[in-house]
């Protein structure tokens, strides 16, 4: 063979390294909206306890905090480590009067009837428990109108000019009623932020989240999947002022939407998600702009204004290779080495 057709030492590495990426990529392969299928616990923190009285029923917060480490696909899994989480939550809302409602997951094993424990702590607005990162409460209902309703049309997710890293992803969690596999959304990235703290470009129209596609029931850190839930709601004053001990019985669902997904490319610099109701209606991303006149029109397939953000929602998740793509990477590294062995055998080069 002429020695023109033949790899040199030097060259043969990035052909090898070429391999290994291939591997990856293919590995790594996922699906839009794909379903959390399990997840892992950190540590757990115990926190002093509080308590607010509402008529006749005690609240005592027992504000336990275990933190998640990482969460799985089908075909992948997503860790936090060095993720970021928004450094701003900003509600957008149709109306001044407003009452902010909560899930709150119920500590059964404690109180009775005028004594009640909830894992979480005191929610001390939305914004602290979209940011809080902890799932053992929700923002309930946020996008339904009327009285004594969240009354929200759009919630910013300001990540100060995050740079896209190939396959990152939104992690979002949904506390839901047992049986049930989450509710739809719409989720869309900007690429603005101006100074009065809002959106000012929108990459695309962004994408809708169909309801019912989250997948299982995930175990809590008492390895139980369901939990009693119980709803709080809080004034714009932010007083208590209702308490239902008893609402149902519910699971944790998750979802992992790919930034890739919403239209974004590894290097692009974006400032941040907005989370939207499924029933906004828009033709073009200078809609997303006009938060205040949302065309009303429900989108055929989905239930809308009923998604209830855990406290992980918005958290951008990044994968490392799963045992089966560390396989693949081994299985081409070691096939190159083997072809290059045989191209130096058959060169007559020997050692």
């Known amino acids: ?76 899994t997503y860790f936090f480590d060095a993720s970021p989480m928004a450094q701003q939550v900003v509600l957008r809302r149709s109306s001044s009067d407003f009452t902010d409602n909560y899930y709150l997951v119920r500590d059964a094993t404690k109180g009775g009837d005028d004594k009640v424990y909830t894992f979480a702590p005191p929610p001390a607005s939305p914004s602290s428990v979209l940011t809080s990162g902890n799932v053992n409460f929700a923002l309930a209902d946020p996008f ?36 049930d596999h989450g509710d ?30 989250y997948g299982q029931a995930l175990s809590y850190p008492d390895g139980d999947p369901s939990h009693t839930i119980m709803q709080a709601g809080y004034s714009k004053a932010g007083s208590l002022t209702s308490l239902d001990t008893e609402m149902a019985t519910g699971n944790l669902v998750g979802l992992v939407i790919r930034l890739s997904d919403l239209g974004l490319v590894a290097g692009q610099v974006i400032q941040g998600i907005s989370l939207l109701p499924s029933d906004v209606y828009v033709t073009k ?37 799963e045992p089966a793509a560390y396989g693949a990477v081994l299985t081409a590294l070691g096939l190159g080495f083997v072809a290059a062995l045989r191209r130096r055998r058959a060169s007559g080069v020997h050692g």
Do not use: C
């Not at 009354?151 to 047992?178: C, K, M, P, S, W």
């Not at 702009?289 to 990044?318: C, E, H, M, Q, Y």
């Open 184 to 213: 739809s959304y719409r989720v869309a990235a900007f690429n603005g932020w101006g100074a009065s703290s809002t959106p000012t470009s929108y990459v695309n129209t962004g994408l809708l989240v169909y309801g019912g596609s």
């Open 1 to 76: 063979m002429n020695s023109s057709h033949r790899l040199s030492s030097a060259r043969r590495l990035p052909v090898l390294a070429a391999l290994a990426v291939a591997a990856l990529g293919f590995a790594g392969s996922l699906k839009a909206q794909v379903a959390v299928t399990s997840l892992t616990w950190g540590t757990t923190q115990n926190g002093p306890d509080s308590s607010v009285k509402h008529d006749d029923t005690k609240l005592i917060f027992e504000n336990t905090f275990t933190t998640i480490s990482s969460v799985s696909t089908a075909s992948q």
């Open 285 to 321: 991303a200078s809609d997303l702009l006009n938060w205040t006149a949302f065309p009303d029109k429900a989108v055929p397939g989905t239930v809308p204004n009923d998604i209830d953000f855990a406290g992980f929602s918005g958290r951008i998740g990044r994968p490392i290779p």
């Open 144 to 179: 339904k109108n009327g009285s004594a309703q969240g009354n929200v049309e759009r919630i910013d997710l300001y990540l100060g000019n995050y740079t896209v890293q190939a396959n990152d992803a939104v992690v979002l969690f949904d506390i839901e009623n047992t049986g």
